[in-house]
């Protein structure tokens, strides 16, 4: 049975944990609150492009591109983002098991996976074909190493190396709250049913300067470009949610464990002051006899 000074010293480490889970909370929270701001503005211009592409794609008279080419090869390449860093929660294992759901769905296809973060590569590797993992020079990267890295990636596809490229992330909802997907990213390709909605809703032709093809050539580049950068960003803002969700529990955890300990140790100096004033006084009414 613990005695008072063995408590003391627990209430003193737990103490001391608080402090850090509160300043790590304090800390996510400041950056959470740049990564929603990110993400929360790029959004609106992603699915803006996505759509104005998917649309002049549909409506163009036989209009191909090499983003949107499927290439007979089974081989796929899935890029994992996750952390670097624990203490965020479920982040990294949530991921690790949409990653798992994603492979066995997926037997036809020859998955190699490549990384952004070490974590659900450490939980995965001996479970995949695991490739390269991509690092930066701080913590988040830039728009120029996403771009670097979807370029890399998009050229394995252009060359027909891979035939399809996924990314599998944390997609921001909220800051309680993320979900975990597996993107197809390449080829970009427009379902002939969503086509002919397309058509319906513009029945009529367009005048374009310069020409569709060449807009479509600028635009489908960007719009494969944007959607990696805002999949990084969704991952970011997620991670930082998720660990200051993480600190909250584990500060209100830590609080709750001071008040159980410090009743304890109030209880245990109560019954020695109690076990002394019984041997006092039965040491003075041994005296009087």
């Known amino acids: ?9 627990k209430i003193k480490s737990t103490k001391g944990t608080l402090k850090i889970t509160k300043a790590m909370k304090l800390v996510s929270a400041a950056k959470l609150n740049k990564a929603q701001i990110r993400i929360l503005g790029l959004r609106p211009y992603s699915t803006e492009l996505e759509g104005t592409v998917r649309t ?30 624990g203490l965020c929660g479920g982040y990294n294992s949530q991921l690790a098991k949409t990653v798992r759901k994603f492979k066995a769905e ?23 074909n695991s490739g390269k993992t991509y690092t930066f020079a701080k913590i988040d990267p830039t728009y120029e190493e996403v771009r670097k890295i979807a370029d890399e990636l998009g050229q394995l596809f252009i060359t027909g190396e891979v035939g399809k490229v996924y990314v599998a992330y944390n997609s921001f909802v909220s800051a309680i709250a993320f979900d975990s997907k597996v993107r197809q990213i390449l080829p970009m390709q427009v379902a002939e049913k969503v086509k002919e909605e397309i058509k319906t809703q513009y029945p009529y032709d367009f005048k374009y300067d310069p ?5 479509l050539d600028t635009l489908v580049p960007e719009v494969y470009l944007t959607t990696v950068y805002t999949c990084m960003l969704d991952a970011i ?18 609080r709750e464990m001071v008040k159980k300990l410090s009743l304890k140790m109030n209880k245990l100096r109560q019954a020695k ?17």
Not at 108 to 126: A, N, Q, T
Not at 237 to 254: D, L
């Open 273 to 289: 002051i109690t076990t002394e004033l019984i041997e006092v006084v039965s040491g003075a009414e041994s005296l009087n006899g």
């Open 56 to 85: 002049v794609s549909a409506l163009a008279q036989n209009y191909s591109n090499e983003y949107f080419l499927p290439k007979m090869n089974n081989q796929a390449i899935v890029l994992v983002i996750s952390s670097d860093k």
């Open 237 to 254: 803002a997620s991670e930082h949610g998720s660990r200051m969700n993480a600190m909250e529990n584990a500060s209100k955890n830590s």
């Open 106 to 128: 997926h037997k036809d296809e020859d998955l190699k996976f490549v990384w952004i973060g070490k974590k659900v590569r450490e939980l995965l590797s001996k479970e995949v």
């Open 1 to 9: 049975m613990a005695n008072i000074k063995d408590l003391k010293k």
């Open 211 to 215: 020409s569709a093809e060449t807009i």
